[in-house]
């Protein structure tokens, strides 16, 4: 097996030495390097190919959030994560882009030891061979819409606020009517009316407006399409209904306020490789809905189709995008969460019961009412892993008026 090579940076040597004694652990699996700044950290890359770098956010001359941004700049293949006790909302605004995870000091190796390997088996999945070939197949996948990049380029400056996103969101005459439509839609439950960018900021958070503004302009660019018609409408309803379950279930396991965001984007982003699959490759997407029809679970005939699952798809453009690794990982892992081996139950678990909830997507439903066909298999074996078997009934309970909406 080979290992994996990670780099650890931190301006205070005490820190590093105990980081080394805490990962002693690790030493048959990892080769770790330990440096004292960011100018040290450059040069030890350009030395020799690491696959993880783990660094501090203060550091004097380069900071953490100025040494992944160029970490990303020059070797865009290295995963990212911040390790800092300064957790003020502009750092971690600023650590975004070019950070993968951020962790909160005091961290123990256990959480450690799991965000990296967590974050290599989402690299191996979004970077598979089968993949990468349905991909180079594939011209024209869709891009978020330039208000999209701006506030990803935005949030990334130390002087990030709410203001600032409001203004740049504002700028799209578009993108800000769109917005607030769906804000005070039924998707969403708001004690008032919202009537500018600045109030969905406030009222509904970053991450989820963040994942509002991508969503929108990639359903824009699918909107018109003659031979998705009423189904885009469908697919819209039925994304929302995943991620207002999934966003429940994470509330009733007791996962806090980010986790619970972030199964909501989850759910809500998940159907973005769908698209791209009905849309660029009808003919195998046919395929995979007549083995759908016969009673093959939905992501069995996708990979049997296309070499990947519509979920694959959608996490690996979500991960060019620039978005948040925990969301990008629950979209890619919500159909087989039982790959992750984790020993706690997290957002990935949440979205993919959401999914199984919410019923078989519009794309896979059958006109015999006789029967239902397309429904996710629960990956129940992995539920009760983690000691959660005998609470599907009560997620099923409290969510029941949604997934029968």
Not at 218 to 229: D, H, N, P, V
Request: aromatic share 6%; net charge neutral; charged share 25%.
């Amino acid at each position: 097996m080979t290992m994996c090579r990670i780099l650890f940076v931190d301006d205070d040597r005490n820190v590093l030495s105990g980081l080394q004694r805490l990962l002693r652990g690790m030493r048959n699996e990892w080769d770790m390097q330990f440096v004292e700044s960011g100018a040290a950290a450059l040069a030890a890359m350009a030395a020799q190919p690491f696959d993880v770098i783990v660094s501090d956010m203060r550091m004097p001359g380069m900071d953490g959030a100025e040494l992944l941004s160029e970490v990303r700049r020059r070797h865009p293949g290295v995963l990212r994560i911040i390790l800092s006790g300064y957790s003020e909302a502009e750092s971690v605004m600023r650590t975004v882009g070019p950070a993968h995870q951020f962790l909160a000091k005091p961290c123990s190796d256990k959480t450690l030891v799991d965000v990296v390997r967590r974050a290599l088996e989402l690299q191996r999945m979004v970077d598979s061979a089968p993949l990468r070939a349905l991909l180079a197949g594939i011209r024209n996948l869709p891009t978020p819409s330039d208000t999209y990049y701006a506030l990803m380029k935005y949030i990334e400056l130390p002087q990030a606020s709410a203001n600032g996103v409001a203004e740049i969101i504002g700028r799209d005459m578009a993108m800000t009517a769109e917005l607030l439509k769906l804000t005070n839609s039924a998707y969403f439950t708001m004690p008032s009316r919202v009537t500018t960018p600045l109030q969905a900021v406030r009222i509904l958070g970053f991450e989820t407006l963040r994942a509002l503004v991508l969503r929108i302009g990639i359903f824009r660019s699918f909107k018109g399409l003659e031979a998705l018609g009423r189904l885009m409408d469908d697919l819209n309803h039925d994304s929302f209904r995943v991620a207002r379950i999934a966003e429940r279930i994470a509330r009733i396991e007791g996962l806090d306020e980010r986790r619970i965001e972030e199964a909501f984007c989850a759910g809500m982003l998940s159907p973005i490789g769908m698209l791209v699959l009905l849309d660029r490759l009808p003919a195998k997407f046919s395929r995979a809905k007549g083995a759908v029809a016969t009673g093959e679970d939905p992501l069995d005939a996708e990979l049997a189709a296309f070499g990947a699952s519509h979920l694959q798809v959608g996490a690996y453009l979500l991960g060019v995008w620039g978005f948040n690794q925990a969301v990008v990982e629950a979209v890619a892992f919500s159909g087989r969460p039982g790959i992750l081996q984790g020993d706690q139950f997290g957002v990935p678990a949440a979205v993919h019961v959401a999914r199984v909830l919410a019923g078989p997507s519009p794309v896979y439903a059958c006109a015999d009412a006789e029967r239902e066909v397309g429904r996710m298999a629960l990956d129940f074996s992995y539920l009760e892993s983690l000691g959660k078997g005998d609470r599907l009934a009560t997620w099923t309970a409290e969510t029941m008026g949604e997934w029968k909406n």
